[in-house]
């Protein structure tokens, strides 16, 4: 049983566990829980690079020309689904290296070049270490699961063309996948 001078010591002790109150220390605390970044909220990690995730993007409303807000959600859902489908391609060669070193004991082998230069050796470590059982299955789901969302969001879009329901509002979405883009500095106006 908890006595009244254990609740009182463990009050004052609380006013010391605030947690964050930065700003930057706030935003790194929000990624405490991240292990391999496939069930992410943002669709681009930290360590990836956010102008690449937005040429995508770019090329993908290129190629689609969305018309209406509806269509650019469905666009930037293809993106996302997109973008997370090219890191499993990096954490399974990242997993198939941490694995082959794990079992090698990491004697008499060379670090191989990352092609992709984005930690895919250490992507693919997290992933593995963070599976319970076997890590090639929840792999394939995640691979599965990305790959529904895409077509499900492409097919989508097409059928919103076919009927004419290009033109429909935009719902809301306050869980948007799309990180928030990088602070830009706006430029004065133009002088006439």
């Known amino acids: 049983m908890t006595t009244r001078r254990q609740i009182a010591a463990n009050r004052r002790n609380a006013g010391f566990s605030t947690g964050p109150t930065t700003d930057e ?32 993007l770019d090329s993908l409303e290129a190629e689609w020309q969305p018309s209406s807000p509806r269509e650019l959600f469905l666009v930037q859902q293809m993106a996302c689904a997109q973008w997370r489908l090219n890191r499993m391609v ?25 092609h992709y230069g984005r930690n895919t050796l250490a992507l693919g470590a997290a992933f593995f270490k963070s599976c319970e059982g076997d890590p090639f299955s929840k792999l394939t789901r995640y691979e599965n699961s990305l790959r529904r969302a895409y077509y499900n969001a492409m097919q989508t879009l097409e059928k919103s063309r076919a009927a004419g329901a290009g033109k429909l509002s935009r719902p809301n979405e306050p869980n948007s996948p799309l990180p928030a883009p990088p602070a830009t500095p706006t430029a004065p106006p133009a002088a006439d």
């Open 25 to 56: 220390g706030k935003e790194h605390s929000s990624l405490n829980a991240l292990r391999h970044g496939m069930r992410a909220r943002d669709a681009v990690l930290p360590e990836e690079d956010y102008a690449e995730f937005c040429r995508l």
């Open 90 to 114: 990096r954490i399974e060669n990242g997993g198939f290296v941490w694995a082959v070193y794990r079992w090698n004991n990491n004697r008499d082998l060379e670090v191989p070049p990352d």
